[in-house]
Nanobody, 119 residues
Framework: VQLQASGGGLVQAGGSLRLSCVVS????????MAWFRQAPGKEREFCATIAWDGTRIQYGEAVKGRFNISRDNAKNTVFLQMNSLKPDDTATYYC?????????????WGQGTQVTVSS
């Protein structure tokens, strides 16, 4: 199973970005998905998670109300829509998968995509 994150870049404060994470090697519906981020010198921080069927969603306190996680199982893709971005949102963003089926109960991580928010 491989996760490929993309969509990062440089954006001004108040702007928006949409991150994508394409999962290959196994059907996306086998996995609960999440986004994390890590800024230089800081610990990895939870951003959002979505159940395999999209029925349960949770957000970290720092992004609640500004970020929106979604998924398209038919396209094997998970999204993170980031609005009202702040300089504190600058980080490398990682998508992660957790198997929720008997065939796969493992955790997987993508390579990360850099988001830089200028003030």
């Amino acid at each position: 199973v491989q996760l490929q994150a993309s969509g990062g870049g440089l954006v001004q404060a108040g702007g928006s970005l949409r991150l994508s994470c394409v999962v290959s090697g196994s059907p996306l519906r086998y996995y609960a998905m999440a986004w994390f981020r890590q800024a230089p010198g800081k610990e990895r921080e939870f951003c959002a998670t979505i159940a395999w069927d999209g029925t349960r969603i949770q957000y970290g306190e720092a992004v609640k109300g500004r970020f929106n996680i979604s998924r398209d199982n038919a396209k094997n893709t998970v999204f993170l829509q980031m609005n009202s971005l702040k300089p504190d949102d600058t980080a490398t963003y990682y998508c992660a998968a957790r198997g929720v089926v008997a065939a796969d109960g493992n955790d997987y991580w993508g390579q990360g995509t850099q988001v830089t928010v200028s003030s």
